[in-house]
């Protein structure tokens, strides 16, 4: 059974940092690309970031230099390194992870920064 479950989200100030896990079963996880997208209300979701490899990393602009996506395959998990948050960055965080044909989900964890 795949599953993809995150975790890490919480509420934090403007300025804080919190660190998103998302931990993997039931497929191969080094095989695929991962990513963290994100929704806020009334917004469409959104890529945030992109791991292809431990060579490739994407993010969108306005989380350069403020997010960072790593993955650790041993463990089967890919993270999400938050910190300078802004109020912005409120959103239910997504995981995801993406092979040839195969495209899945994790349930998301809400990020609120507020003050």
């Known amino acids: 059974q795949v599953q993809l479950v995150e975790s890490g989200g919480g509420l934090v100030q403007p300025g804080g940092s919190l660190r998103l896990s998302c931990a993997a079963s039931g497929f191969t996880f080094s095989r695929y690309g991962v990513a963290w997208y994100r929704q806020a209300p009334g917004k469409e979701r959104e890529l945030v970031a992109r791991s292809r490899s431990t060579d490739y990393t994407y993010y969108i602009e306005s989380v350069k230099g403020r997010f960072t996506i790593s993955r650790d395959n041993a463990k089967n998990t890919v993270f999400l390194q938050m910190n300078s948050l802004k109020t912005e960055d409120t959103a239910v965080y997504l995981c995801?992870?993406?092979?040839?044909?195969?495209?899945?989900w994790g349930q998301g964890t809400q990020v609120t920064v507020s003050s």
């Open positions: 995801n992870a993406r092979g040839r044909l195969e495209d899945y």
